[in-house]
Nanobody
Framework: VQLQASGGGLVQAGGSLRLSCAAS????????MGWFRQAPGKEREFVAA??????YYSDSVKGRFTISRDVAKNTVYLQMNSLKPEDTAVYYC????????????????WGQGTLVTVSS
C-alpha cells in the first residue's frame, strides 16, 4: 500500500487547512487510519485516528481538528480549524491494523509527510 499526503501549507493563526491522504492498494474500511505530526526538535505525536468508524483525537487538537474518510475515493482527511502556531509540524498519515490507535509503532504504512506552518 502507498499513502500520499497533501494539503499542507502556510496559514495564519486562526485559519484552516484540510489535509488529504490517498491510499492505493488497500481499502480503509477494515483498517485504522491515523494522523501524526512531528515538530522540529520534537518526537512524532499522535493527532487523530479513525478506527471502526470511531474518531479519536489528542487533547491538543480536540474540538479543532476533524478526521474523516471517503471510502469510495480511498482517502482520509484531516480538517484543521482554529490553527495555532504550536500546530506547526510535518503531518503524516498512517495506516495500521484494526487495533492501531495512538501508538505510532502500531501503524505499518506511512505517507511522506506534508508541512503545515502556522504563523502568529
Amino acid at each position: 500500500v502507498q499513502l500520499q499526503a497533501s494539503g499542507g501549507g502556510l496559514v495564519q493563526a486562526g485559519g484552516s487547512l484540510r489535509l488529504s491522504c490517498a491510499a492505493s492498494g488497500r481499502t480503509f474500511s477494515t483498517y485504522s487510519m491515523g494522523w501524526f505530526r512531528q515538530a522540529p526538535g520534537k518526537e512524532r505525536e499522535f493527532v487523530a485516528a479513525l478506527r471502526s468508524g470511531i474518531t479519536y483525537y489528542s487533547d491538543s487538537v480536540k474540538g479543532r481538528f476533524t478526521i474523516s474518510r471517503d471510502v469510495a475515493k480511498n482517502t482520509v482527511y484531516l480538517q484543521m480549524n482554529s490553527l495555532k502556531p504550536e500546530d506547526t509540524a510535518v503531518y503524516y498519515c498512517a495506516l495500521g491494523g484494526p487495533r492501531a490507535l495512538r501508538i505510532s509503532s502500531d501503524y505499518d504504512s506511512w505517507g511522506q509527510g506534508t508541512l503545515v506552518t502556522v504563523s502568529s
